[in-house]
Structure formats: C-alpha cells, structure tokens
C-alpha cells in the first residue's frame, strides 16, 4: 500500500481500533497467536462489506479497501500456514464462516500439516532406534558409557554426605 503518511492517519480513523495498527503500519507482522489472527480475520470479515457500502457513496477509500481485502487474503493464508494449521482447527467454530474455495484451501492445509506430523514421528521413532542401537553396539564394545550409573557403583547414593567412623555427623567425606 503506497499511501503517503498523512493520508495514512486519516484512513486509520476510519477502521476500528483493532485494525487501526494494520492501516497505520502496513508492515507489520501477521501474529503467531491464532486467536488474534482470528480476531483480526473476524474484524476484517465485518469492516470490508461496510467500507465498501461507504466507498459506493463516493466517499474515496478504494485504496484502503484493497488494503484490507489484501490484509484478510494474508491473514487467511497465515492461518493455514504449517505452523498454525494445527491450531486453527481447534478455533475453527470461532472463525467467521469460510467460503467453499477458502474451505478447500484450508482443509488441504489440514491434511498436509496432519501428514507432516505423521512423518516427523516416524522420523524420531527411526533415530531414537538408531540412536539406542549405536548405544548398545558401544556397551557391548567399549563396556558402559562414561557418566552412566553402571559404573560399578550401586544407584541409591545420590551424593548424600556420609560420616567417617567415628566422626561427627555431616564431617564426612561426600561419596
């Protein structure tokens, strides 16, 4: 949106408060938040129709209109962006009715999240058994790993102090 300064100011006043930060800073980043995004969205969603029902009555705001039209687009997109995807469906009953197109898109997002979940913990499980099967082919041949409590020693001292015989409690050497 290449609107000079000024005119930014007096167009700001024409959204409400939630959006007025969007008018005045157009680069500002989109939250990671989902239900301030969605929040944005439901205010988007209420104030394009109205600005438009005003710009009919040639009041000159088309420039502010695309903006925001614009802005909603990017908001949507951000929601169904991997890393919120996921989140937004659980706001799904709060968010404003999408049409079948933005449906579509935003179901796609689903899947394709749900699928990369899937994989990513397919991924682990494979290296936390490589992982285990690198550190048992290392027990069996170099003997237990350094810092393990398989040193010998018996697991139930913790480092508690104990007293030399004969000695005052708590004059003792740490084990």
């Known amino acids: 949106m290449d609107i000079p300064h000024e005119q930014l100011d007096s167009l700001a006043?024409?959204?409400?408060?939630?959006?007025?930060?969007?008018?005045?800073?157009?680069k500002r980043k989109l939250p990671k938040d989902v239900r301030l995004s969605i929040k944005l969205e439901r205010q988007l969603v209420h104030l394009v129709p109205r600005l438009k029902k005003m710009e009919s009555k040639g009041t000159g705001e088309e420039k502010l209109i695309l903006y925001l039209e614009n802005l909603l687009k990017k908001v949507r997109k951000h929601l169904r962006s991997s890393a919120l995807v996921l989140e937004t469906e659980q706001w799904q009953k709060v968010r404003m009715p999408l049409n079948q197109k933005e449906k579509a898109l935003f179901d796609q997002a689903f899947k394709e999240a749900i699928e990369a979940r899937k994989q990513q913990k397919l991924r682990s499980k494979e290296q936390a058994k490589r992982d285990a099967a690198r550190a048992a082919?290392?027990?069996?041949?170099?003997?237990?790993?350094?810092?393990?409590?398989?040193?010998?020693?018996?697991?139930?001292?913790?480092g508690s102090v104990r007293t030399v015989q004969g000695g005052a409690p708590g004059l003792g050497k740490r084990s």
């Open 13 to 26: 006043l024409l959204t409400p408060k939630g959006v007025r930060g969007w008018v005045r800073n157009p």
């Open 137 to 158: 082919a290392h027990r069996e041949k170099y003997g237990p790993l350094a810092g393990s409590s398989a040193r010998g020693r018996s697991n139930c001292s913790s």
